[in-house]
């Protein structure tokens, strides 16, 4: 089972993934873990979930890219349960992980495509493997002026990985503010 919760900055994501990976809790939970930790804010922001997931039976896998490498670590995957957090920080680690994405839109060449299906082929195939998977997810405004280049990009690739993963949900939670 997919579910697929979406939200804006600070809206209650991560809580209520957690929430429901507890209630849904036979078999092992995995945390997997997407952010980068590069400067002092995303370090606290990592600290900050670590203390909200302590002792509700979380085993973490911190894995940036790729994570379809991730299942030779999950023991039992058919009756494991994951929580990727999230789908947000895994769409920018795959944009910058190889400079040719960003080299590339905009080019005529449509790699958009290209980059959405190996993110959502990815996540599908934890999901095929696992028992639940649920996913964090964020979504930002397409038409913010103010974004630069590389912002306008990592939107719309988010927004169409998102789209795709709405398809693929079994459930889908939106705590988007209106």
Partial sequence: MI????????SGKSELAEKLAVQRGTGRKYYLATMQLCDDASRARAEK?????AGK????????CRIREVLS???DAEKALVLLECVSNLVGNELHSDPKWLRSFG?????EDTFTEMIVSDIKAVADRVRDLILVTNEYDKD???YDRQTRIYVELLSRVNERLRDAADEV????KD
């Fill in 144 to 146: 913010d002026a103010g």
């Fill in 49 to 53: 979930h670590r203390r909200m997931r």
């Fill in 73 to 75: 670590s999950i023991e």
């Fill in 57 to 64: 039976g979380f085993l973490t896998i911190e894995k940036e």
């Fill in 3 to 10: 579910t697929l919760i979406i939200g804006t900055n600070n």
């Fill in 107 to 111: 080019s005529g060449e449509a790699p």
């Fill in 173 to 176: 939670i939106d705590l988007r």
